[in-house]
């Protein structure tokens, strides 16, 4: 994958040039606009890298038997529109314009359910491993893609998982530069 050939197509939702892994479990957004970004950690089984088992979990086929710790989870439905590997490959699961199960129980100024209105990005990692430099740099060109597309998506609202769900989630985690990150990002607007 080529950073330069990944690009957000504003009538599809879908991001030409990543590998496209459709999930089941989406439905379509109330009406809402896309506003805000939220950035999570998520590694299977936890800890371990470039298994393969993000893409089977986000497609409900998660092999319970597989690893003990698959039988707490396999029977979730849940999803994110992109998952950004340790080696930076970007997968999409969702399309931008439906909503993907991402940010269960959730808040951000003042509104609750945050999937109504947001796009969530999985980092393959964990809380307390540094990210790889190629997740920085996808993540950096994919959020420039969103924001092209989505305007609304200020840098006040990208937020982590850990700060619209704060008494349930620590992802992405200290080990999440967000210094690096907010500093990569474009002033981009509009779609071509």
């Known amino acids: 994958m080529r950073l330069d050939e990944v690009r957000l197509d ?5 991001c030409h040039g990543a590998r496209h892994c459709p999930s089941p479990n989406f439905n379509t957004r109330p009406g809402d606009e896309v506003s805000l970004l939220v950035i999570h950690n998520i ?6 890298f470039g298994t393969g088992q993000v893409q089977a979990f986000f497609q409900n086929r998660l092999d319970a038997a597989a690893h003990p710790y698959f039988e707490s989870i396999a029977q979730m439905t849940v999803s994110a529109h992109f998952l950004i590997e340790r080696d930076g490959a970007i997968t999409q699961f969702v399309s931008c314009h439906d909503r993907a199960w991402h940010a269960g129980v959730s808040t951000f100024d003042g509104r609750e359910g945050c999937n109504d209105f947001s796009l969530g990005i999985e ?15 996808s993540l950096a060109h994919l959020t420039a893609e969103i924001r092209r597309c989505y305007p609304a998506i200020v840098p006040a609202r990208i937020q982590g998982h850990c700060h619209i769900a704060p008494t349930r989630k620590t992802d992405p985690g200290p080990a999440f530069d967000w ?4 500093s990569s990002l474009t002033t981009e607007e509009g779609c071509a």
């Open 123 to 137: 980092l393959e990692g964990t809380d307390d491993q540094p990210y790889a430099e190629a997740q920085y740099a």
């Open 179 to 182: 210094s690096r990150y907010l």
């Open 43 to 48: 590694s299977l089984p936890p800890g371990q």
């Open 10 to 14: 504003p009538v599809t939702g879908w």
